[in-house]
């Protein structure tokens, strides 16, 4: 860390702060005081209705999806100031290490994150007691905590796989593919395995589906409802009963470990950054050059083609089609139509391994 460049981003981004505050108070608080409490209804018998406030109406959905949405974009921001020729000559000949430089700059976003999503917590929060909002509010706080944690796994995520570009347009693809990654490799997992109870493998690998795992439990936790709701309700046994489940210990678990593993990763590939890469391909070999096969061999794995056998126009459609789409993505990243022997023996290797793994867990 480097005090003076936190003093300093601090002093030149305190009005961009004060607009996301302002967007964010847009998203949740503003939403809340506009909330009605008790419209929903019930008929118990044919004279008598009880009304109540369903957990949806805590907005604490729109609260998740702010944060998320900014963890996974900031981190292309810090990226991009150094994806400029002309800004990376000036930032990187400043007397200050690489290692500091990531640091400090990272550790400042992230914390002006958290504070004004804070801040519009609070307000929220504020709003919901003058509505009357009929919830535990200690809750509000274990959700805030557990958001702090989810959010940091989904910032060092967009970091690492930022961090392994050298222009914007990769910045954002490969960004974009760490959401998506985790939710084809959950799906692919799940109709391998034959899993049925799959919120346990999707919350494990995506802070996406942890992030609205967690939301879902601490809404449906703090609500209030009125006896008599809960009386009648006793006829539907576990319809409103909340049980903190496997899948919401996995959701902190794997966001511990991703938030310090895929941070660690992403503050070592910063600090090999040079600044002739600036702008120039992402040429890493454990960039999109390896993201691309697994990516391949996922799509293929989901698709089960094994399966299909008895189909073969089905499986010489799937695998022509997924061929193309392989190899448009490398041209894309390659900005040329090139064909290289590494391109053709990983294509090959993902193909059949994906094939041969659906296969095996086939007749197993």
């Known amino acids: 860390m480097n005090k003076t460049l936190f003093k300093f981003l601090l002093k030149r981004t305190y009005p961009i702060i004060i607009i996301g505050f302002a967007i964010l108070f847009v998203f949740f608080p503003l939403p809340v005081i506009f909330t009605q409490v008790n419209t929903h209804s019930i008929a118990i018998d044919s004279y008598a209705r009880i009304f109540y406030t369903p957990p949806t109406e805590t907005k604490l959905y729109l609260a998740t999806i702010a944060i998320m949405i900014l963890s996974y974009i900031l981190p292309i921001f810090i990226r991009n100031t150094i994806l ?12 200050i290490k690489k290692s500091k430089l990531f640091l400090t700059t990272s550790v400042f976003t992230y914390l002006s994150l958290i504070a004004t999503w804070t801040l519009m917590m609070l307000f929220g929060i504020l709003f919901a007691s003058f509505r009357s909002f009929p919830v535990h509010y200690e809750y509000y ?17 967009s970091s690492l796989f930022a961090s392994l570009a050298n222009n914007k347009l990769d910045c954002w693809i490969l960004v974009i593919i760490s959401t998506t990654f985790p939710i084809l490799l959950a799906t692919g997992i799940q ?6 109870p799959s919120e346990e493998i999707f919350v494990s690998l995506s802070p996406i589906f942890a992030s609205n795992n967690l939301t879902e439990f601490f809404q449906n936790k703090m609500i209030i409802y009125p006896q008599g709701y809960i009386d009648y309700m006793e006829q539907y046994p576990g319809s409103i009963d909340v049980i903190f489940s496997l899948g919401n210990t996995l959701s902190y678990i794997s966001a511990v470990v991703f938030a310090i593993g895929f941070f660690i990763l992403s503050y070592f590939q910063n600090i090999k950054f040079k600044a002739e890469d600036a702008g120039e391909l992402s040429n890493y070999p454990y960039s999109y050059k390896l993201i691309i096969p697994l990516l391949y061999a996922i799509i293929l794995f989901d698709s089960n083609i094994p399966a299909m056998f008895g189909d073969m126009l089905t499986v010489v459609f799937v695998i022509s089609y997924s061929s193309i789409c392989y190899f448009v993505t490398f041209f894309i990243f390659n900005r040329k139509i090139r064909i290289d022997k590494w391109m053709v023996i990983f294509f090959f290797v993902s193909l059949l391994g994906s094939v041969g793994l659906s296969k095996l867990l086939l007749i197993s």
């Open 84 to 95: 400029s020729k002309s800004k990376c000559d000036q930032i990187l000949s400043l007397p």
């Open 141 to 157: 706080f274990l959700y805030t905590i557990s958001m702090y944690l989810i959010s940091a796994a989904a910032f060092a995520t």
């Open 191 to 196: 109709s391998a395995t034959r899993y049925s």
